[in-house]
C-alpha cells in the first residue's frame, strides 16, 4: 500500500517560532504537494513540487517555504509561525500525468495550533 | 485552470444511491475530471477519474456528459461510511503543466442517513 507519513498528527508552536512539517513518501513519486484546510475554506494549495529541487508556488505561499532535496520528502517550512496559519495540514503525493495510476495520496493531516 | 461547481450539501438514504453533480463548463480538451472525497478527520481518498467515457470502478461510476461540461459520481449502495465531503476537480493539461497539481474546490457534503 502507498503510505504518505507526516511527522506529527498534532502540533503546538509559539508564535514567532521556525517550524518544520515534514512528510515521505513511499512510491517513487515525483510529485508532491501541500495543502492548509480550514473551515469554510476547503483544501487550498500552498506548494508543489513535480522533482527533487523543483518547486511551484500553489494558490497560498505567502508565509512558507518548501524543501524537496529527497525524492521521498518534501518539507514544509514556516519561517516565522503566526496564529494565522493555525490550521490543518496536508501532504499528498502522485505519480504525473501520463505515467500510470495518477491518482493523489494524502497523509493523515498534521493539526497546527500556534499560540 | 477549469473550475468546478458542486451544490454545497445532499443527503441520501441508506442503500440507495447517492448521485453527485459536477459542473466544469470551462474544461478544455486534455482535462480529466477525478473526485476525492474527505472523511472527517481524515486526509482526502481518491474515488474515480475520467476523461469522456463514463468509467467504473468497485467504489463508484462516474458519468461524463458528451459535452464534457458535467459529471456525476454514483455511489451505486450508499452506506454510513459513505458520510463525507465529495471533491470534484478538474486536472490541469500535462502539456502545460508538469505537476499536475490538483486544486480543491468547496465539495459537497453527502449526510447517508439511516
Known amino acids: 500500500d502507498v503510505k504518505v507519513t507526516q511527522s506529527s498528527r498534532y502540533l503546538v508552536k509559539r508564535t514567532g517560532e521556525k517550524v518544520f512539517l515534514e512528510c515521505v513518501q513511499d512510491?517513487?513519486?515525483?510529485?508532491m504537494f501541500w495543502y492548509r484546510q480550514d473551515p469554510g475554506l476547503g483544501l487550498r494549495l500552498i506548494y508543489f513540487s513535480y522533482d527533487v529541487k523543483m518547486k511551484e508556488k500553489g494558490d497560498i505561499p505567502e508565509g512558507y517555504s518548501v524543501s524537496r532535496e529527497k525524492k521521498e520528502r518534501f518539507s514544509l517550512i514556516l519561517e516565522s509561525a503566526s496564529t494565522n496559519q493555525t490550521s490543518m495540514y496536508l501532504c499528498?503525493?502522485?505519480?504525473?500525468?501520463?505515467?500510470?495510476?495518477?491518482?493523489?495520496?494524502f497523509g493523515q493531516g498534521t493539526r497546527l495550533t500556534v499560540v | 485552470d477549469a473550475k468546478t461547481t458542486q451544490p454545497p450539501s445532499m443527503d441520501c438514504a441508506e442503500g440507495r444511491a447517492a448521485n453527485l453533480p459536477c459542473n466544469h463548463s470551462?474544461?478544455?480538451?486534455?482535462?480529466?475530471v477525478y473526485w476525492y472525497r474527505q472523511i472527517h478527520s481524515q486526509g482526502p481518498q481518491y474515488i474515480i477519474h475520467g476523461l469522456k467515457n463514463n468509467e467504473t470502478n468497485e467504489m463508484a461510476s462516474l458519468i461524463i456528459t458528451e459535452d464534457r461540461k458535467s459529471s456525476t459520481l454514483i455511489l451505486p449502495h450508499a452506506t454510513l461510511r459513505d458520510t463525507a465531503v465529495y471533491y470534484c476537480?478538474?486536472?490541469?493539461?500535462?502539456?502545460?503543466?508538469?505537476?499536475?497539481?490538483?486544486?480543491f474546490g468547496q465539495g459537497t457534503e453527502l449526510s447517508v442517513k439511516p
Open positions: 499528498a503525493s502522485s505519480f504525473p500525468l501520463g505515467q500510470g495510476n495518477t491518482e493523489a495520496f
Open positions: 476537480i478538474v486536472r490541469p493539461n500535462p502539456f502545460y503543466n508538469q505537476g499536475g497539481k490538483l486544486i
Open positions: 470551462t474544461i478544455s480538451g486534455n482535462e480529466y
Open positions: 512510491m517513487d513519486h515525483e510529485n
